[in-house]
């Protein structure tokens, strides 16, 4: 996948990775970068087009569709973290948590595999995690729902094995975000060092080196590849051992 002249949409480009997912496309040199956020005004981005877009309403996600019918790349960063268990959580907030990492996810992907192949095939990059792999009490509902867009990403790789698009998925742990303080902050009740937490600028870097370089997976960290080796092991080892929790 060239991202070079490429016309890339980016979800949840307001903040955070979404926003250096988008800046970095910008600048290896694509031709358009559709910054898509549910409030667009945030958006900040010189060169983006900036569309307004919620993955969980289906009607956000048609009218983008509508408008965006040259993407070849669809980077599907958009994320919550609500910091919910499965037991005792909050079901709306355990539902949020699927509806946004599975179902939104799937929502764009379903409109924009036909773009897709009208261009030419292209790429879809999932943002996954860590916890794709692990658990973590006091976010399992966030665990479950990364497995599940796991699944998905693989699934949606042999479906679309056809038509030329290559579906890859980044897995990466700790990553310092705004989000990612602030939660360590409320949940854990403490400031989490920067040196336990990766630069998001970096994670963006390996993840777009991956799709040019056309990888199926990009285990970004040491995280990442310590969550995918244990899976060949006891089961008591799938738990991220840190002191946070994405
Ligand atoms: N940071 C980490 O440590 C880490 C580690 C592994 C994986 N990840 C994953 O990386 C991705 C980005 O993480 P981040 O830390 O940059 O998160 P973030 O700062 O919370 O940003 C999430 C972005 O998603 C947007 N969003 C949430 N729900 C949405 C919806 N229904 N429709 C459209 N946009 C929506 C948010 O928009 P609003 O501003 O409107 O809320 C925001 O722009 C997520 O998928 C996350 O799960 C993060």
């Known amino acids: 996948m060239r991202l070079h002249g490429a016309t890339a949409l980016v979800t949840g480009a307001n903040r955070d990775l979404g926003r250096h997912f988008a800046e ?34 289906p009607a956000s996600v048609a009218a983008v569709a509508a408008v965006a019918g040259d993407v070849d790349l669809l980077v599907n960063n958009a994320g919550v973290s609500l910091g919910v268990n499965l037991v005792d959580g909050d079901l709306d907030q355990i539902r949020l948590t699927l509806d946004t990492h599975f179902y939104g996810t799937l929502a764009m992907i379903r409109a924009f595999a036909p773009i897709l192949a009208e261009n030419g095939g292209g790429a879809i990059l999932n943002v996954l995690s860590v916890l794709a792999f692990q658990s973590y009490d006091g976010n399992n509902a966030y665990a479950v729902a990364k497995s599940a867009q796991w699944s998905l990403t693989n699934g949606v790789r042999l479906e ?87």
């Open 160 to 246: 679309l094995a056809g038509q030329g698009t290559l579906v890859s998925g980044l897995v990466f742990g700790p990553t310092a975000t705004q989000t990612m303080k602030a939660y360590a902050e409320r949940v854990l009740g403490s400031a989490l060092p920067d040196s336990v937490m990766n630069d998001p600028v970096g994670i963006v870097r390996t993840a777009l080196d991956g799709v040019e370089a056309g990888k199926i997976e990009i285990i970004a960290d040491s995280f990442g590849a310590a969550a995918k080796a244990s899976l060949a092991g006891d089961p008591r080892a799938f738990v991220l051992e840190t002191a946070s929790a994405e």
């Open 24 to 57: 970095q496309l910008l600048r290896r040199g694509a031709a358009k970068v559709y910054a898509t956020a549910r409030r667009p005004e945030l958006v900040d981005l010189p060169g983006a087009e900036v569309l307004p877009l919620d993955i969980t309403d």
